[in-house]
T-cell receptor, first 112, second 116 residues
């Protein structure tokens, strides 16, 4: 069955360091992969989208990579700040579909 | 710009009662999604509408759940009768829907539902 895996353990890092979150998938051939941020008591907020034919996408301090051979996406936040503390979810969509499937998310805690 | 608006933000009711959750999508978006989020199961799709028509309702748990979209600016999710296991946060999301899979979803802030 299709599975999306994100680390269930919180990632704790020091302010200023680069945070790297992982999204692995099995039995899936996504055409699109998205990353969202979710704060407590709020809905997910879209951050970045990367297509299967793209290796890397950047937006300000954020960088996403997409390796369809490894079946993995990495999400990087450079120069992390305490305000980056949140849960980050990846979402995969197959070609020909409008409907993404979300991972469970990984909590990021940036310590001052 | 107004985002996706959901109401109520919180709902506490007793088992067996009818619950109605409401959603106003972003104007101009023609895709609408209802999700349920729990600690155990994460974010699960319940139903997807495109141009006000239900396209995929395979995630609706059972006949107690129903969803409607009478027009482009309003959707409801109804649970009747409600059960304690329905307790969760329910999210509505909309997207432009102009590119298959390539459109970001815009979420409301959800309705936190507690069934006693």
């Amino acid at each position: 069955s299709q599975k999306i895996e994100q680390n269930s353990e919180a990632l704790n890092i020091q302010e200023g360091k680069t945070a790297t979150l992982t999204c692995n998938y099995t039995n899936y051939s996504p055409a699109y992969l998205q990353w969202y941020r979710q704060d407590p008591g709020r809905g997910p907020v879209f951050l970045l989208l990367i297509r299967e034919n793209e290796k890397e996408k950047r937006k300000e301090r954020l960088k996403v990579t997409f390796d369809t051979t490894l079946k993995q996406s990495l999400f990087h936040i450079t120069a992390s700040q305490p305000a980056d503390s949140a849960t980050y979810l990846c979402a995969l969509t197959s070609g020909g579909s409008y409907i993404p499937t979300f991972g469970r998310g990984t909590s990021l805690i940036v310590h001052p | 710009d107004a985002g996706v608006i959901q109401s109520p933000r919180h709902e506490v009711t007793e088992m067996g009662q009818e619950v109605t959750l409401r959603c106003k999508p972003i104007s101009g978006h023609n895709s609408l999604f209802w999700y349920r989020q729990t600690m155990m199961r994460g974010l699960e799709l319940l139903i997807y509408f495109n141009n006000n028509v239900p396209i995929d309702d395979s995630g609706m748990p059972e006949d107690r759940f129903s969803a409607k979209m009478p027009n482009a600016s309003f959707s409801t999710l109804k649970i009747q009768p409600s059960e304690p296991r329905d307790s969760a946060v329910y999210f509505c999301a909309s997207s432009p829907g102009s590119e298959l899979g390539g459109q970001p979803q815009h979420f409301g802030d959800g309705t936190r539902l507690s069934i006693l």
